[in-house]
């Protein structure tokens, strides 16, 4: 395992950028000489046969599974989840993770306006890396607490055993910087920055970069997934999941063949060049407004939608629902906000079948855990009314979708629990230490402070901080 699959390791070492943990060996120091090539593929070469061996646990990016809570939280049941990793880090391994792009990135979505947090580990311990401003964050700086405790839990859960990173956490609802489709450590330069359509400023350097977030289209393929702050924010594992059986309480057949759902207003945000995420309405109209990158399909539904079949579906901005209540019918309904709706994990513990808005955008678990008219049914790839021909389907189905709605349940019980999103990131630290080109060092960092003093000193010493430092939060 420590050398199949395993994020960070046989992958980056066809990357050619395998970078030993400590003590590097001497082989595989840049040198810059001609003959050293050579020598370094076969040091490349004894480093992957040595990982046939198990004593590569405990050497090189798989060291991984050398923590004691590795096993502890039985990360290694999580495994169908970590493919995700790998597919983050794909740009990384191709051309890097580079020092100076990492503190580009920084310096520009690091900043309170863009709600970025430069963060890392050293030596096991987390560090913010550049200030933050709490009050400045308004309401994101709720969210950043959220995440700022879960790097403390993942500091006190593996602690030594974390690689040595650098990267921006950012709680943004859709990414906000030039893709690396459009330029990249390989694209030449200088960079026509109007024909790209992006918007930075002087001492640019391309990506890819170390930016983590809650949700992606494959237009950034460089950006890292990583579970919702809201799991921690909403207590997920104490509610949504505490509650199935609450949830299961009504019978299958007691449950009306409704297509329900209450929602708030938010509108999709896309970038104009990027075709995943493109949508439309009726009979492909033109829904996109704002150049192509406004796209309100949640009002677009629910205006259009119930007017095709009131008897089949209910949904609506008004009167909010106790989730207890959506119980009642079979089918709910979700539907993406700016981007992806973390509305989604608390569905599919309520044993109803999920219908979910195909958007293109992405979290951390869809790619490899949701599956069309097995776990959710998807519907709106092209337009809305496909949503007709899945509640057709489901009609003519009922057995199958009532199995649907358990796999669904099962989905969130088995892999959306607070030991699989924790043994997530730590798989993913090592994944992306895995791809760094240059030596990670605090140094590199002089504005750097422990984690743990930001948020017991500094977070509560304004009226802003403190509120979001008394926030309930769990793992
Ligand atoms: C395992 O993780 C828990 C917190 O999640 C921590 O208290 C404990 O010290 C860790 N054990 C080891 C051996 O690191
Ligand atoms: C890098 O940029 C070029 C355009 O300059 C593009 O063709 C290529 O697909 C990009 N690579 C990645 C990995 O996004
Ligand atoms: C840069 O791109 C814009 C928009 O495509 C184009 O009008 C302009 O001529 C380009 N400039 C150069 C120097 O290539
Ligand atoms: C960034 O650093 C890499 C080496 O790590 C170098 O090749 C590249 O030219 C630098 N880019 C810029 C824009 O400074
Ligand atoms: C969640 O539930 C567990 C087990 O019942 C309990 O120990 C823990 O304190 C609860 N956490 C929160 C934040 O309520």
């Known amino acids: 395992m420590a050398v199949s699959g395993a994020a960070g390791s046989t992958a980056s070492v066809r990357g050619g950028r395998w970078q030993p943990q400590q003590p590097p060996p001497p082989s595989s120091s840049p040198s810059g000489h001609g003959g050293a090539s050579l020598l370094g593929a076969a040091a490349l070469l004894a480093a992957l046969l040595a990982c046939l061996l198990p004593a590569c646990a405990h050497a090189g990016p798989g060291a991984y599974v050398a923590a004691a809570n590795y096993s502890a939280l039985h990360c290694e049941g999580f495994e169908p989840t970590y493919p995700q990793?790998?597919?983050?880090?794909?740009?990384?391994?191709?051309?890097?993770?580079?020092?100076n792009a990492t503190q580009y990135i920084a310096g520009y979505l690091g900043s309170v306006q863009m709600r970025g947090l430069t963060v890392g580990f050293f030596g096991g311990v987390a560090y913010l890396l550049t200030p933050t401003d709490f009050p400045g964050l308004s309401h994101h700086a709720k969210l950043h607490a959220m995440y700022i405790r879960q790097l403390l839990h993942v500091q006190d859960t593996f602690g030594p055993d974390l690689p040595d990173v650098a990267f921006v956490l950012t709680t943004s609802d859709t990414p906000r910087y030039c893709s690396t489709r459009l330029l990249n450590a390989s694209s030449p330069q200088p960079y026509n920055f109007s024909a790209a359509d992006c918007h930075h400023t002087g001492g640019f350097?391309?990506?890819?970069?170390?930016?983590?977030?809650?949700?992606?289209?494959?237009?950034?393929?460089?950006?890292?997934?990583?579970?919702?702050?809201?799991?921690?924010?909403?207590?997920?594992?104490?509610?949504?999941?505490?509650?199935?059986?609450?949830?299961?309480?009504?019978?299958?057949?007691?449950?009306?063949?409704?297509?329900?759902?209450r929602?708030?207003?938010?509108?999709?945000?896309?970038?104009?060049?990027?075709?995943?995420?493109?949508?439309?309405g009726l009979g492909g109209k033109r829904i996109c407004y704002n150049g192509g990158k406004t796209c309100p399909t949640r009002e677009y539904f629910i205006r259009k939608m119930p007017e095709k079949d009131p008897t089949r579906i209910d949904v609506s901005f008004r009167a909010k629902v106790?989730?207890?209540?959506?119980?009642?019918?079979?089918?709910?309904?979700?539907?993406?906000?700016?981007?992806?709706?973390?509305?989604?994990?608390?569905?599919?513990?309520?044993?109803?079948?999920?219908?979910?808005?195909?958007?293109?955008?992405?979290?951390?678990?869809?790619?490899?855990?949701?599956?069309?008219?097995v776990n959710i049914i998807e519907f709106w790839r092209k337009v809305p009314e496909e949503v007709m021909e899945e509640l057709d389907w489901a009609a003519a189905h009922d057995p199958q979708v009532a199995r649907i709605a358990q796999a669904g349940v099962a989905l969130a019980r088995t892999y959306l629990t607070g030991p699989g999103r924790t043994c997530y990131w730590y798989r993913l630290l090592h994944g992306l230490a895995g791809t760094l080109a240059y030596e990670p060092d605090l140094s590199q960092w002089p504005a750097a402070v422990p984690l743990r003093q930001v948020l017991e000193e500094q977070m509560p010493a304004s009226p802003q901080g403190r509120e979001a430092y008394e926030q309930p939060w769990a793992p």
Not at 87 to 95: E, G, P, Q, S, T
């Open 205 to 261: 350097v391309p990506g890819p970069y170390p930016v983590m977030g809650i949700g992606k289209s494959d237009w950034w393929p460089d950006l890292l997934l990583v579970p919702n702050f809201h799991f921690h924010m909403k207590l997920y594992d104490n509610t949504s999941l505490a509650l199935v059986e609450q949830f299961a309480q009504v019978p299958w057949a007691q449950r009306k063949p409704i297509l329900f759902g």
């Open 85 to 99: 990793i790998d597919a983050d880090l794909a740009v990384h391994r191709a051309l890097g993770t580079h020092l």
């Open 322 to 373: 106790p989730m207890l209540r959506h119980s009642e019918y079979k089918y709910l309904v979700n539907l993406e906000g700016q981007g992806i709706s973390s509305r989604l994990e608390q569905l599919l513990p309520m044993s109803s079948a999920v219908f979910k808005e195909a958007s293109g955008y992405y979290a951390y678990y869809y790619r490899t855990l949701l599956k069309h008219r």
């Open 263 to 280: 929602f708030s207003k938010y509108r999709m945000n896309r970038c104009p060049d990027d075709v995943s995420t493109a949508k439309w």
